[in-house]
């Protein structure tokens, strides 16, 4: 039985390092690919970018050769008029009445940088764009009717008399979520004989911009288009949209250009890694949209939100954010927003994780220390469970001897070998369970701490000592092309050091190699993990070494007192 669980844990471990190289060779084969499809269409996005009456289409090719294409009007006359508050600038445009960008002041583009990062900087629509179809929007110039420090309002009307004013309103400096801005769309149709109402046979779609992929996102997970329908969230990644061969041939699907649903949507919006782009309608939507799309080497994910206008007057208000997923920000917003963090099952750990780092750090202002210092407290929590494992553990170290002739004297007999096991324990005072509390424990605060730090916009592009940005790994050079991390190679380090000062619970030879495959499985799996998390990782194996050697030293000197 022994040798089985050696096999069982050697193949696991070979298993997860092929799992590694197919889903590197994936990844290569997808950049490759975009590669190749950004050298087709880099001529057609340059010149897109600058304002002229053309038509410019907005592609989501996809590895099949399927796309849903997007024609964009561009008139020679558009208009830019910026608003702005402490937090975000924006760019509006006479075109559609809509949004060109949206520049968030206290979050900068690149590490080191001095442009902030800017929302829908991308060639295509401009955000909240209106259409009567997906296929058709109104991107024909709107006239600015009204201009003050926060508000601007648009107005057109169409060939067909229909009546177009759209307001906006942005939130002052000391609003409580500056990042929110106000709006408010008004249609007005002429009425028509024959079929009583234009409205009867229309729909208003609204477009909520372009979100391009992050580059820390190696896997592309966190580039989603997100419905949320009043009890839950769905959520379309890019690879929704590709052909796929599913794993071991389960939930492969076809390529699809585009995907569209009829639901109820309190909500819809786009997220990368750090940023999102929420459109919360007074009145839910009745439908979604969302397709990818190309600018040079950058997928790009875009969605509309469907409305349905069936009086001849319609007003739609609505708000719309564009910042950081800031859970408390988003949680405040009052319709479940803050699901866009996506925290997962464990997601009460990661909020309370979240909240005592933000009270430590605005004592602190240093994000690695306060991470630091988030590992001491959790420790220092878990102090008297972790005293328990080690004294279980030292206890059954003394008893694998006993244990070992137990079993083999009642190796044909397993009900009375469990009623011997269990009173050798009893006579011993081991808890078996004891030693499991603390990993048991440990598991959802690595989990909640994982699905936490992954997509905190307050710590990307922090440095701390080496580390120049705790969203990312570590990486300090390359050999060849593969990167040298430092902060997981420690971490690997810090668990040798600390199963070599670690009572084994047990004398067999093959569970012993299985228990010294740990730090390099852990290594394995962390290697390009964000260097936060790792840091975590690294300062908990560091006091658990200090936590065991004072546990030995307490120890041994009991034990020479009642030899006294």
């Given at each position: 039985m022994d040798k089985k669980n050696l096999i069982?844990?050697?193949?696991?471990?070979?298993?997860?390092?092929?799992?590694?190289?197919?889903?590197?060779?994936?990844?290569?084969?997808?950049?490759?690919?975009?590669?190749?499809?950004?050298?087709?269409?880099?001529?057609?996005?340059?010149?897109?970018?600058?304002?002229?009456?053309?038509?410019?289409?907005?592609?989501s090719e996809l590895s099949n050769g399927s796309e849903f294409q997007l024609l964009i009007f561009k008139p020679t006359d558009e208009r830019l008029i910026v608003l702005e508050n402490d937090a975000v600038r924006v760019t509006f445009t006479t075109v559609g009445g809509?949004?060109?960008?949206?520049?968030?002041?206290?979050?900068?583009?690149?590490?080191?940088?001095?442009?902030?990062?800017?929302?829908?900087?991308?060639?295509?629509?401009?955000?909240?764009?209106?259409?009567?179809?997906?296929?058709?929007?109104l991107t024909q110039n709107f006239d600015v009717t009204r201009q003050t420090e926060d508000v601007i309002q648009f107005r057109a009307v169409l060939e067909d008399g229909t009546n177009i004013v759209r307001g906006y309103q942005l939130p002052s400096?000391?609003?409580?979520?500056?990042?929110?801005?106000?709006?408010?769309?008004?249609?007005?149709?002429?009425?028509?004989?024959?079929?009583?109402?234009?409205?009867?046979?229309?729909?208003?779609?609204?477009?909520?911009?372009?979100?391009?992929?992050?580059?820390?996102?190696?896997?592309?997970?966190?580039?989603?288009?997100?419905?949320?329908d009043?009890?839950?969230?769905?959520?379309?990644?890019?690879?929704d949209f590709e052909t796929s061969n599913g794993f071991l041939g389960l939930g492969g699907h076809e390529a699809h250009p585009y995907i569209e649903a009829n639901m109820s949507c309190a909500w819809g919006a786009l997220k990368d890694q750090f940023f999102t782009a929420i459109l919360t309608p007074k009145t839910p939507a009745v439908g979604c949209f969302s397709f990818p799309s190309k600018q040079g080497e950058r997928s790009l994910m875009q969605g509309f939100l469907k409305f349905e206008l069936t009086q001849p007057s319609t007003v739609l208000g609505a708000t719309y954010y564009v910042g950081p997923k800031d859970y408390l920000l988003l949680e405040h917003m009052g319709q479940r927003q803050d699901e866009l963090m996506q925290f997962g099952f464990f997601g009460a750990v990661s909020k309370v994780l979240l909240m005592t780092m933000h009270g430590i750090h605005s004592v602190i202002h240093n994000w690695g220390w306060t991470i630091l210092i988030l590992t001491v407290i959790i420790k220092l929590l878990m102090w008297p469970v972790t005293q328990m494992q080690l004294r279980s553990s030292k206890k059954m170290a003394t008893i694998q001897e006993p244990l070992k002739i137990l079993r083999e004297k009642y190796k044909d007999n397993p009900q009375k070998l469990q009623t011997e096991t269990m009173k050798l324990f009893k006579e011993n005072r081991i808890n078996p369970a004891s030693g499991c509390l603390p990993a048991v424990i440990q598991i959802p605060i690595f989990i909640g701490l994982y699905y936490m730090l992954r997509s905190a916009s307050e710590i990307r592009f922090q440095p701390f000592l080496w580390v120049r940005d705790l969203s990312m790994p570590d990486t300090v050079g390359y050999l060849g092309s593969f990167p040298i991390n430092i902060m997981p190679l420690l971490m690997?380090?810090?668990?040798?050091?600390?199963?070599?000062?670690?009572?084994?619970?047990?004398?067999?030879?093959?569970q012993q190699k299985i228990f010294m495959l740990m730090p390099f499985i852990f290594l394995f799996f962390c290697y390009n993990f964000p260097a936060a998390l790792v840091l975590y990782w690294t300062v908990q194996n560091l006091f658990t070494i200090v936590q065991n050697k004072l546990t030995y030293r307490q120890g041994s000197t009991t034990l020479q007192q009642q030899k006294v």
């Open positions: 069982f844990g050697l193949s696991c471990l070979f298993g997860a390092f092929s799992l590694f190289i197919y889903q590197g060779k994936q990844l290569q084969q997808q950049a490759i690919l975009r590669q190749s499809q950004a050298a087709d269409e880099e001529v057609a996005n340059v010149e897109g970018l600058q304002p002229k009456s053309d038509v410019v289409p907005m592609s809509g949004i060109r960008t949206v520049e968030l002041k206290k979050f900068s583009a690149t590490r080191g940088g001095t442009e902030p990062y800017c929302f829908n900087d991308t060639v295509g629509l401009p955000a909240l764009t209106l259409g009567w179809n997906k296929e058709k929007t400096s000391k609003n409580k979520n500056p990042y929110a801005i106000q709006t408010e769309i008004s249609v007005t149709q002429p009425q028509n004989i024959e079929s009583k109402t234009v409205a009867d046979k229309r729909s208003l779609w609204v477009f909520l911009g372009s979100m391009p992929e992050m580059p820390g996102d190696k896997y592309r997970e966190h580039l989603n288009f997100c419905a949320y009043g009890k839950g969230m769905d959520c379309k990644r890019l690879a690997g380090v810090t668990m040798v050091v600390q199963m070599k000062v670690t009572p084994m619970p047990s004398t067999d030879s093959a």
